[in-house]
């Protein structure tokens, strides 16, 4: 009977909260209701014959296992809520992957060293940063959109830029949590503060400024944000 009893709370509960979704399909909605345009990626290849960590595209070699999209590339990411529950719910696991520029966020990564020294050092330099996606291999600070043309005006007129720094801009990707791609699982270093409104972002020119000034103070002379 106690059994019963249970089982029938359970199933009220159930129908009172409605089923539990998936990580990434929640996660997905998250990003619909920012304005933030997703899409899946590919994902991995399945378990077996040590292709476990490769991608499940057909290139053998391919530089990001699991984390870029479908043949329909970028263009195809939405905030359309049917749209990313269809997505979803045929490929659960499937990773979220955003789509940059535009009106959604862009990011500047660095290898996952030089990116932990990054943020320790910018925390020191008391510089406000956004949310921080983290990889085994590489973290990615979220910025505000910018143009590639904005982009390359203010490069040019750097000194110095450190060379491990990448630029996820207009028409580029950035896989979010909680995928987990061929390179292992993705995670917030930094998570989007809580609250119905879409992240803050830092200017990409502040967050550029304060990373080379970051990647020269290092005793020696070099640049710490090297690795």
Same mark, same amino acid.
């Given at each position: 009977m106690r059994e019963i009893l249970g089982r029938r709370r359970r199933l009220r509960l159930w129908r009172?909260?409605?089923?539990?979704?998936?990580?990434?399909?929640?996660a997905a909605l998250t990003c619909a209701a920012w304005r933030w345009p997703v899409i899946p990626g590919v994902g991995r290849a399945a378990a077996g014959g040590g292709r476990g960590r490769r991608c499940a595209c057909p290139d053998p070699e391919c530089a990001v296992p699991?984390?870029?999209?479908f043949d329909s590339g970028v263009l195809a990411a939405t905030t359309d809520e049917r749209m990313l529950r269809w997505w979803w719910t045929n490929r659960p696991t499937a990773p979220v992957v955003l789509? %940059? +520029?535009g009106k959604a966020p862009c990011a500047v990564?660095?290898?996952a060293l030089a990116g932990a020294a990054a943020l320790t050092e910018l925390d020191r330099m008391g510089v406000r940063l956004g949310p921080v996606v983290a990889t085994p291999t590489r973290w990615s600070l979220l910025v505000a959109p910018y143009s590639l043309e904005r982009l390359g005006e203010l490069l040019y007129v750097k000194d110095r830029v450190p060379g491990s720094l990448r630029f996820h801009g207009e028409g580029g990707y950035l896989v979010l949590p909680p995928s987990e %791609? +061929?390179?292992g699982q993705v995670?917030?270093?930094?998570e989007p503060a809580p609250g119905a409104a879409a992240p803050w972002l830092p200017d990409v020119e502040t967050m550029v400024d304060a990373l080379v000034e970051a990647s020269t103070n290092a005793p020696d002379g070099g640049s710490r944000l090297a690795h």
């Open positions: 009172k909260r409605g089923p539990v979704q998936p990580a990434q399909l929640e699991g984390a870029h999209p789509a %940059t +520029g990564s660095l290898p %791609t +061929g390179t995670r917030w270093e930094r």
